[in-house]
């Protein structure tokens, strides 16, 4: 078996066992939350929106230690306003700017690899071109 055949195979393999999965989506009772408490958790979930935006906002901001911004500046109607990150621990903001830099790094190969095959197409057309008018 070839490795072609190989990576062929193994790529069927992957598709049937994904044809077999089911997007779950799991929705969670919090239960006897403290009316502070479920202000806090609120709070964590829109502070990390503010700063998933903030550093999408400006390829440069990736280059910033997330775990040492504690202010952004969100967008409200026209106009900007600062806001101050309390409840996110750094642990949580750097994980933020660690899953943006993955995703970017993934639709690059993405791009890349679209354009190599796309290459390679007009490339083996080309030949194939060549070969039928000498």
């Not at 992957?14 to 999965?21: D, E, I, M, N, P």
């Not at 106009?79 to 994980?95: H, Y």
């Not at 790094?105 to 993405?110: D, G």
Request: positive net charge; glycine residues 2%.
């Amino acid at each position: 078996m070839t490795k072609a055949e190989q990576i062929k195979n193994t790529l069927q393999e992957v598709r049937k066992r994904r044809q077999a999965q089911k997007p779950v989506v799991y929705e969670l009772k919090l239960q006897n939350l403290s009316k502070r408490k479920s202000e806090v958790l609120r709070k964590a979930f829109l502070e990390a929106k503010w700063l998933y935006n903030w550093l999408v906002s400006g390829a440069e901001r990736l280059e910033i230690p997330a775990n040492r911004v504690s202010v952004v500046e969100i967008k409200v109607g026209d106009s900007f306003e600062t806001r101050e990150l309390t409840v996110l621990g750094s642990q949580i903001k750097q994980e933020i700017a660690d899953r943006i830099k993955d995703n970017l790094k993934l639709s690059w190969q993405r791009y890349r690899d679209r354009l190599w095959c796309q290459f390679k197409t007009d490339a083996v057309k080309r030949h194939q071109d060549r070969l039928r008018n000498p």
